[in-house]
Nanobody
Framework: QVQLVGSGGGLVQAGGSLRLSCAAS????????MGWYRRGPGNQRELVAQ???????NYADFVKGRFTISRDNAKDTVYLQMNNLKPEDTAVYYC???????????WGQGTQVTVSS
């Protein structure tokens, strides 16, 4: 089993920044991808960004140039630096980890990000 604990959400004004963190623990296979998803009010959960253990990244178009995903493999921790936040970025942000070999996906508990206009 893998446990994911996210932190770093909060309330910020438009144009501000936040940094989310998510630490994984448990039985973690080396070949994995970590990422961030979000679910806004009335919306489905959508991909924000993901990163492989080797550092290859993938971003949703709506965050390109504003958000940066990174990870510390030694700590099994993924980060999401969010700059120039917009009200439409308001959502619950979930981190996840996918074991590429087993295809199992694990989710964190979610952290609320609220951007005021």
């Amino acid at each position: 089993q893998v446990q994911l604990v996210g932190s770093g959400g909060g309330l910020v004004q438009a144009g501000g920044s936040l940094r989310l963190s998510c630490a994984a623990s448990g039985t973690i296979f080396t070949v994995n991808t970590m990422g961030w998803y979000r679910r806004g009010p009335g919306n489905q959960r959508e991909l924000v960004a993901q990163i492989t253990r080797g550092g290859v990244t993938n971003y949703a178009d709506f965050v390109k140039g504003r958000f940066t995903i990174s990870r510390d493999n030694a700590k099994d921790t993924v980060y999401l630096q969010m700059n120039n936040l917009k009200p439409e970025d308001t959502a619950v942000y979930y981190c996840n980890l996918k074991n590429v070999i087993t295809q199992q996906v694990y989710w964190g508990q979610g952290t609320q990000v609220t951007v005021s206009s």
